[in-house]
């Protein structure tokens, strides 16, 4: 641990994923009391992320020891590469990692059984699924426990989680699950926004006027919703007049198929993440 007791950090792969929970700690003040090593491949890269307040960016074509070095002093190493390459990667900082480490998987498929058959006995494994909000500090972030996780290492990393938004801990047989909803949600929701926004185009309006009327609906929609003690179908139902426009408009979404649409798409998610485990 650092002199401020908060346990050092390495992130192991810092692009979209890892970058999005670095930058909201980064903005939490977070690393200004407790410094974060992260490596990615590239120079260019790792000097964006020395950039960073409290952060030592590392260029793997540069240092190729740089991931054993980073895992070698750290509490807590964050696993953010993509999943093809985890078990790689944790062959190379096995051999380094301070027995206690803990190591936190923010790849989707890979399981613990994975981790813990590769690293030593004396690391803690615990899975997460993190999302990209973590920029703004609106994470939502599910952790699975590994054999060897107590209830410390959990707080451990749950404080982690916590700096950039709301965590939920979850048996590691529905962390796939989890994954289809929030993991990949933000996807979802920036694909609606995109054809909503085709739909204003369409509709005659410029692309700028488009995002304003679009973006602003999410967002007022959504900051509705969370000041408001009613609830999303009730919110609906605000919205749609008897026998008025909105009525007409949901009325088509529904035919197309909605829900049973998301159902799918989850579903077609949880598939991959089935391959993923199988290293595929
Ligand atoms: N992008 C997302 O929204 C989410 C991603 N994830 C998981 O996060 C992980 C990373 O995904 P992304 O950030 O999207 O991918 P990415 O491709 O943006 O980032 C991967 C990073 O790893 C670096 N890298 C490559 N080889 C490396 C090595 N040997 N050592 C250290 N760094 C290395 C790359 O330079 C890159 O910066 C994946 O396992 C994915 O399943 C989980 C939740 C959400
Ligand atoms: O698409 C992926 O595989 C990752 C996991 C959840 C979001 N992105």
């Known amino acids: 641990m650092t002199s401020t007791n908060a346990p050092s950090i390495a992130f192991l792969g810092t692009g979209s994923m890892g970058g999005a929970i670095l930058s909201g700690l980064v903005a939490s003040g977070a690393t200004a009391t407790s410094p974060v090593i992260a490596t990615?491949?590239?120079?260019?890269?790792?000097?964006?992320?020395?950039?960073?307040?409290?952060?030592?960016?590392?260029?793997?074509?540069?240092?190729?020891?740089?991931?054993?070095?980073?895992?070698?002093?750290?509490?807590?190493?964050?696993?953010?590469?993509?999943?093809?390459?985890?078990?790689?990667?944790?062959?190379?900082?096995?051999?380094?990692?301070?027995?206690?480490?803990?190591?936190?998987?923010?790849?989707?498929?890979?399981?613990?059984?994975t981790f813990e058959s590769i690293l030593p006995d004396t690391a803690i494994v615990v899975r997460s699924m993190p999302n990209t909000p973590a920029v703004v500090g609106r994470a939502v972030t599910g952790i699975a426990p590994g054999t060897r996780a107590d209830a410390a290492a959990m707080a451990a990393v749950r404080a982690v989680f916590e700096t950039v938004g709301e965590v939920l801990e979850v048996a590691e047989?529905?962390?796939?699950?989890?994954?289809?909803?929030?993991?990949?949600?933000?996807?979802?929701?920036?694909a609606l926004i995109e054809a909503l926004t085709a739909a204003a185009i369409e509709k005659g309006f410029s692309p700028e006027e488009a995002d304003l009327l679009v973006q602003g609906t999410f967002r007022g929609a959504t900051e509705l919703l969370a000041a408001s003690d009613q609830t999303p179908t009730q919110l609906r139902i605000n919205v749609t007049s008897p026998k008025g426009t909105t009525e007409r408009a949901l009325a088509v979404m529904s035919d197309a198929g909605l829900d049973q649409m998301f159902i799918r798409a989850t579903d077609a998610a949880l598939a991959r993440a089935k391959e993923l485990a199988a290293g595929s």
């Open 40 to 113: 990615n491949r590239t120079p260019e890269k790792a000097a964006a992320l020395s950039k960073l307040e409290g952060v030592t960016g590392v260029a793997l074509n540069e240092n190729p020891e740089g991931n054993r070095e980073a895992a070698a002093g750290a509490d807590i190493i964050l696993i953010g590469v993509k999943p093809g390459m985890v078990p790689d990667l944790l062959a190379e900082i096995a051999p380094a990692l301070k027995p206690g480490a803990i190591v936190v998987s923010l790849a989707a498929g890979v399981t613990i059984a």
């Open 173 to 190: 047989d529905r962390i796939d699950a989890l994954s289809t909803i929030s993991g990949s949600g933000p996807a979802y929701v920036f």
